[in-house]
């Protein structure tokens, strides 16, 4: 208990660590959500935009509906395409602007050198995709909700930003709400990468070593003490995210409550991978973590939404933590926030089991 206090108190007493777990998320919401979301906000006017389209291995549900939202939508110039190698010439030499196709329920564009033309065609294709998926999982958890909803006329320029009538309305703060948060979880894990050079720096391990205590429980109250810092940071974030800034997380409670539960379960995961690194290498621990850690997050799209690679960001941790989120605040699905805390929990456990074993052999003394 004495050595889980002492990490707690080593936190608070430590300025620098107080600000960037405290105050430095908060800070970063704030600036993000507050300023950048305007970003997303188009200053062109833009003219019609010619283009051609194609379905493949879509349903004729997909299909018809993919077809209704382009016939109405009022910025766009429409025709199905009967050759797409022609298609794809005409786009080349300007004569269109994107080639678009359906395939299943995603969409592919292939777009000319219009930046600006793109820019609003993937701003389009993204809304319509988000709000299919919204209607889609209402559709499979409660048919009877859609009867009541009066469907807005697509063709207007303001329904590409907002739908109402589903009681979602979602913001860009909603977006770094999340990214920055999970921002923070990865780089302050780092910090327990250097913990064991820290101990050996300040001659404090030696004092910990000779208490009257097995090194496995010693380790144990090591890695527990830096928890509180973590559900700090949670806590200070999520609050100042809701209350000052206006971000929307969960519907419920219950929602709410297994979010902070991935979230904490990710941090204990963190933790013991630092811990473990730290253990293995001789060099400091942020030396390795830290080019790692911005790595993921980079391709992840946590510093800027269209740096996303296909086939590679989906399987990067930052990415898969992110989607459960938003899956879970949007759409109120549970399964993937239970599956990152269940991997989060037995990333835990084995890391842990591994240093505790490499702790109770090492000879600090070296």
């Known amino acids: 208990m004495q050595i889980f206090l002492k990490e707690v108190k080593e936190f608070f007493r430590d300025p620098a660590a107080v600000f960037m777990c405290l105050f430095f998320p908060m800070l970063m919401v704030l600036i993000l959500g507050s300023f950048l979301q305007q970003l997303d906000i188009s200053d062109y006017g833009i003219e019609n935009i010619k283009l051609h389209y194609t379905a493949q291995n879509s349903d004729v549900l997909n299909t018809t509906a993919f077809e209704m939202f382009l016939s109405e939508a009022d910025i766009l110039e429409a025709e199905k395409s009967t050759d797409t190698e022609s298609s794809r010439r005409m786009v080349q030499n300007g004569e269109l602007t994107a080639l678009v196709t359906l395939n299943g329920s995603d969409i592919e564009l292939y777009c000319g ?13 993204n809304s319509y ?3 299919s998926a919204i209607y889609k999982s209402i559709l499979r958890s409660d048919p009877s909700a859609l009867r009541n909803i009066e ?5 207007g320029s303001d329904t590409f930003v907002e739908r109402e009538g589903l009681g979602v309305t979602r913001s860009m703060m909603d977006y770094y709400a999340v990214a920055i948060l999970v921002m923070m979880l990865f780089f302050s894990s780092i910090g327990s990468s250097d913990s064991v050079r820290e101990e050996k720096s300040r001659h404090t391990i030696f004092r910990v070593l000779i208490a009257p205590k097995r090194r496995t429980r010693v380790f144990a109250a090591t890695i527990l003490g830096k928890l509180p810092e973590f559900i700090v ?13 206006g971000a ?26 630092g811990y473990l690194i730290g253990l ?26 269209p740096v996303v690679i296909e086939g590679l960001s989906g399987y990067l941790p930052p990415y898969i933590i992110q989607e459960a989120s938003f899956s879970l605040t949007l759409f109120n699905d549970y399964s993937g926030a239970l599956s990152v805390t269940l991997c989060s929990f037995v990333i835990f456990a084995v890391c842990m089991s591994v240093s505790a074993l490499i702790f109770s052999k090492k000879n600090f003394l070296k």
């Open 280 to 305: 293995l290498i001789n060099i400091p621990g942020p030396s390795v973590c830290l080019p790692v850690c911005w790595t993921m997050l980079f391709f992840s799209g946590s510093f800027a939404k």
């Open 151 to 155: 469907f807005a006329d697509i063709g």
């Open 233 to 245: 940071m949670i806590f200070a974030t999520m609050v100042f995210s809701a209350v000052i800034c």
């Open 113 to 125: 050198d219009n930046g600006v033309s793109n820019r609003a065609l993937s701003s389009i294709f």
């Open 129 to 131: 995709q988000q709000m």
């Open 248 to 273: 929307r997380y969960c519907d419920d409670i219950l929602g709410n409550l297994m979010l902070i539960l991935m979230y904490l379960t990710v941090s204990a995961a963190l933790i013991s991978i």
